[in-house]
């Protein structure tokens, strides 16, 4: 009877042993035919929560726009970077409002006026003088303080900074001029001509006073302007120039390179 008993124990052990196998077998076969395992809600909150990598400018410097002329700085930076270059990119709208009207106001007064500047200047002194000497002289009678008239002084310091600062501009003005006049930089001296040469026609259309104005004009909007759509401008530039240079290469073509020119001998030194 107790050999019975072992010999059935044995078996149940070995039928167990046989349905572990196969379950094993089943569970490894599910694993490699079932697909990828679903991302559970946590986890796709969780990927929603990541910041996601911000994508890298391209009107920052150093990207893979071309700046205008080859620029490598700001505009702010190219105009000096100083109270200029603020007045200039409106970065105080007061001063720069306040020059541009100032500007204006000298232009309608001089040319669509015409006014003449020693008239004005006169008149000025002449309503300033008569103002202060009026009120002065009222002011026993009306009970009142007699103005204020401070005493005003030029400073030397400014005044000799400024006078140094335009010496050593019309000491460099001279040392280009003379560098152009050696005739060592061609392009240089084809530069100057062509500026001089549209200066004189703009001077021929416009008097002295105009043509200030409207470069004060231009250099209280364009800059400004350039510096909120640079990215546009610029990539508009290069692909103006990408054409100009089609252009030139298609001319080359079929002007330039039919042009008959000098048989070219090499010296050859022994």
Request: charged residues 25%.
């Amino acid at each position: 009877m107790t050999e019975h008993e072992d010999h059935k124990v044995e078996k149940e052990d070995q039928d167990e042993s046989l349905i572990d196998k196969i379950s094993e077998k089943l569970h490894f076969s599910n694993h490699s035919s079932s697909p990828a395992p679903a991302y559970s809600s946590s986890d796709s909150d969780d990927e929603k929560k990541k910041p996601t990598s911000p994508a890298p400018e391209t009107s920052s410097f150093g990207s893979k726009v071309r700046r205008l002329f080859g620029r490598e700085r700001p505009v702010h930076k190219v105009f000096g970077g100083g109270k200029p270059a603020d007045v200039f990119l409106w970065r105080n709208k007061k001063i720069s409002a306040g020059f541009l009207g100032g500007a204006t106001a000298i232009w309608v007064l001089f040319e669509v006026v015409e006014y003449h500047l020693l008239t004005l200047l006169c008149h000025g002194l002449m309503i300033a003088l008569a103002g202060l000497f009026l009120w002065s002289n009222a002011s026993t009678f009306i009970h009142k303080s007699t103005p204020h008239i401070p005493e005003v002084n030029i400073p030397e310091k400014p005044v000799l900074e400024f006078a140094s600062a335009l010496r050593n501009e019309i000491n460099r003005a001279l040392a280009v001029l003379r560098e152009i006049a050696s005739g060592r930089d061609l392009k240089m001296f084809l530069l100057v001509i062509g500026g001089l040469w549209l200066a004189s026609i703009l001077g021929g259309c416009c008097d002295f006073l105009t043509l200030f104005y409207i470069i004060v004009v231009v250099l209280h909007t364009v800059p400004v302007l350039y510096e909120k759509y640079e990215d546009q401008v610029d990539a508009f530039a290069e692909k103006a120039l990408h054409e100009l240079k089609k252009q030139y290469a298609v001319f080359d073509a079929k002007v330039l390179s039919k042009i008959p020119r000098g048989p070219l001998k090499d010296k050859k030194k022994d």
